[in-house]
């Protein structure tokens, strides 16, 4: 990914002094949006050149922090390589690696459907959000020691536990612990210092847990609007790079394999609430756009009619669960949608 203009610490390269141009201009208020909505750092990359980026001052170039659910869409992409090399096929049963799950109501759960939030999967908030978050040790353990709420197939919900179970799919399905498998497969090919974060039983998390940065998250998506190419790689395969960014169930036309969409149809958000009136997520914005997001303000968002990308992240004491409680960035992909609005045909002038 190739850096045009770098606009680090408190102030913006580009636009100081005289002659600022319109995209100065428009970068500057974007910032500035993003700073009022407590970001720590923005990126705009267009094309695979960042013509934008900001940082807090206390943010340091390089510097890590928790990415929450933008790691399910990082998960999402582990899947698909390990299915691209023939280690396992997205409509397997999970029970094929998950074999504690033989003989079980599980049994037929399949990892399009643990993908695809439509597993059926127990779920309830103080499991998900709590127990697995933060009082379990062996998170993995954990989740696939549950049961089932529901026929596999027949409910969509957005369920941690659920796409947690992904990590012993994958480190049994590669024979290799997850982390490695990323970075020796994605994090490494794309450049991304990114790293997951590993609980008290070696497991590694898939739920939330990527120790991330604006810039990675950017090299992320654009992974997905190069179709799955980083240079001259192709690190992951176009067709499934297409299906992940297809609604991936009727039961909700706003998600895909573990990315959000903003496809009309029979919506659920991830609190549960939705509508079936035929809107999308994000009605102001372009009905293809697709994004990872993350607790407290963490977007990565995709637009590929104008092959952009922008990313923004917030900082958050994750030290506990009261330390969450309140933490903000409800207005984040607002943010990154409106500057999406305003950037665009100012590149070409």
């Known amino acids: 990914m ?44 267009r094309g695979g050149d960042v013509v934008g980026e900001w940082r807090d001052a206390d943010f340091a170039e390089g510097a890590l922090q928790e990415g929450f659910s933008t790691t399910k869409s990082l998960a999402a ?106 970075r020796t497969r994605l994090f490494e090919p794309l450049g ?37 190419k980083a240079g001259d790689r192709q690190v992951i395969s176009a067709a499934y790079v297409a299906e992940a960014l297809r609604s991936s169930s009727e039961l909700n036309s706003g998600y895909g394999f573990l990315w959000w969409l903003n496809e009309p149809g029979r919506i659920v958000r991830a609190d549960s609430s939705g509508t079936s009136s035929g809107e999308s997520l994000l009605p102001e914005a372009p009905e293809d756009v697709f994004w990872a997001s993350g607790a407290c303000g963490q977007v990565a968002m995709g637009f590929p009619a104008d092959d952009l990308v922008i990313t923004l992240m917030r900082p958050v004491d994750v030290s506990g669960i009261s330390a969450l409680a309140g933490c903000g960035g409800e207005g984040a992909e607002k943010v990154v949608v409106e500057a999406q609005a305003s950037l665009t045909g100012l590149f070409d002038k």
């Open 192 to 228: 991304m210092t990114s790293r997951l974060s590993t609980d008290a039983f070696g497991n590694q998390g898939l739920f939330a847990g990527m120790q991330t940065n604006c810039m990675d998250l950017a090299r992320l998506v654009r992974l997905y609007l190069n179709e799955g």
């Open 2 to 45: 190739r850096r045009l203009v770098v606009s680090a610490f408190l102030a913006v390269l580009v636009g100081c002094g005289g002659g600022s141009s319109p995209l100065d201009n428009a970068l500057n208020d974007v910032f500035d949006a993003a700073k009022a909505e407590g970001a720590n750092c923005v990126v705009v990359e």
């Open 77 to 182: 992409t582990l899947v698909g390589i390990a299915q691209d090399e023939g280690a396992l096929s997205i409509d397997d049963p999970a029970s094929r690696f998950i074999t504690e799950w033989k003989g079980t109501e599980s049994e037929s759960v399949t990892i399009r459907q643990l993908l695809s939030n439509t597993s059926g999967r127990y779920f309830d908030v103080l499991s998900d959000y709590a127990r697995l978050a933060f009082l379990e040790q062996d998170k993995s353990g954990y989740a696939i020691s549950l049961g089932q709420s529901s026929t596999p197939g027949e409910t969509w919900v957005y369920n941690n536990a659920a796409v947690q179970t992904l990590e012993v799919v994958l480190e049994r399905a590669t024979g290799m612990p997850v982390d490695e498998f990323a």
